[in-house]
């Protein structure tokens, strides 16, 4: 069963604020979990932002860019390829990746992250994060306020 979810929303999160937009081929889900890796790494990168083109082949899902504009935190939600693993890992070494699913296991995902990235030299971490089914009920208030922490879910650093 499928969350309902308005076409917009205001949420909150450490302070700020943020439009949600839901597309409408795009799950509840899937933007649940942009609003969750927003709030999730807000303390560590407080310039975060959903869905900004960077001009890349990839649009990240949340992301924020230095002072060059390259970017420092990618978060990607939902199905992410090899492939695209490969590409960005090689391409921004120094970026800090999280890839969040949805009541799914991470031990496949952490081997299809680790098969992806062999041979690759990075300096910055890769984060997997399960978000449980019941995350809306569990982690957003009705007004909007996103409460979450890595201690609620479980996540793996690579």
Do not use: C
């Not at 390259?70 to 890992?89: H, T």
Request: charged share 30%; no cysteine; aromatic share 8%.
């Amino acid at each position: 069963m499928s969350l309902i979810l308005p076409r917009k929303r205001m949420i909150t999160a450490h302070g700020k604020k943020i439009v949600i937009v839901k597309g409408a081929q795009e799950s509840a889900e899937h933007v649940l979990m942009k609003a969750f890796l927003w709030a999730l790494y807000l303390p560590q990168y407080p310039e975060l932002t959903i869905e900004m083109r960077i001009g890349d082949k990839y649009k990240p899902d949340v992301v924020m860019l230095d002072e060059q504009h390259k970017p420092i935190f990618w978060g990607e939600s939902g199905q992410v390829s090899r492939d695209k693993i490969r590409s960005l890992g090689r391409r921004f070494r120094d970026t800090h990746f999280a890839i969040a699913k949805w009541e799914m296991s991470l031990a496949l995902h952490v081997e299809n992250v680790r098969s992806a990235l062999e041979g690759v030299e990075r300096s910055a971490p890769f984060d997997l994060i399960r978000f449980p089914a019941d995350s809306a009920e569990r982690f957003l208030t009705p007004g909007g306020e996103i409460h979450l922490s890595h201690d609620m879910i479980d996540w793996v650093r690579l």
